[in-house]
């Protein structure tokens, strides 16, 4: 079996999923086990026993991102996930997309902007992302694979540049899509993509209109907004609302609910 560091190495090298447990407290401190994202166990051990509970408590962790200290009896096992950077696929180049292209790197995504507008798509309005592309959407389509790491952004209301995107993402596994729009406009996108057959758990993985309700005014303050709903999926945990005056801790700890502590 390959040495932990061997794993881990190959996990980022590979771009792959996956997490390393380390008993920090109690008996056995310092054993290690490095898990893929299916929590087989690559390098590494932990007692008899424990292996199991960890790799499932893991597979959990990593499928949200999330790092945490747990504890099985009197042993505390520190769960780290490592995870491949997310993508995000931003279709449109407005000016909501200027800030969300800089603030999202800051996050940790790697952040590609799409327009078939040469006027709106150039280097000077957008200087830092990872690849700035003039043209239609089936461009950047055909380029990336849109899988669980892939959190696509959608700030044209010209059909031209959503319907291809919508297409591509209706049986992809990406794990967000937002679309920017009035109410009235998510409205009459529901009804044209049920009349094309579209159902109920396809509709609703449309986040639209996109953001979370912070007031946002500028394109700025909504870019913050859709960053923050973003955010809230990334890690499936949260619930968007101010933590003061909550109980419990902020972080919930295994088997726990927020607010419960």
Known sequence: MKSAIEAIGDLTANEDLGAVATV?????????????????????????????AVAADAVGLMRNEQSRTLTYGDRAVFVETIAPQPLMLIFGAGHIAQPLSVLAPVLGFKVV????????????????????????????????????????????HDRRFEDPVLAAIRTAPVRYVGALGSRRTSRERVARLRADGWTDDEVNRIHGPIG??????????????ILGEITRVRYGAGTGLSLVGQEGRIHPQRGEEPGTA
């Not at 979370?212 to 907004?225: F, H, L, Q, Y």
């Open 113 to 156: 902007v799409a327009d078939a507008r040469a006027t709106w798509a150039t280097e000077e309005r957008f200087p830092e992302v990872d690849e700035l592309v003039v043209g239609w959407p089936d461009v950047v389509l055909e380029r990336y694979e849109l899988d669980t790491r892939t959190y696509v952004v959608m700030l044209s």
């Open 212 to 225: 979370m309700d912070i007031g946002a005014e500028t394109p700025a303050e909504i870019a913050v907004s």
């Open 24 to 52: 920090i407290d109690g008996p056995d401190i310092g054993a290690k086990v490095v898990l893929d994202d299916s929590g087989r166990q690559l390098a590494g051990s932990l007692p008899a026993g424990l292996l199991e």
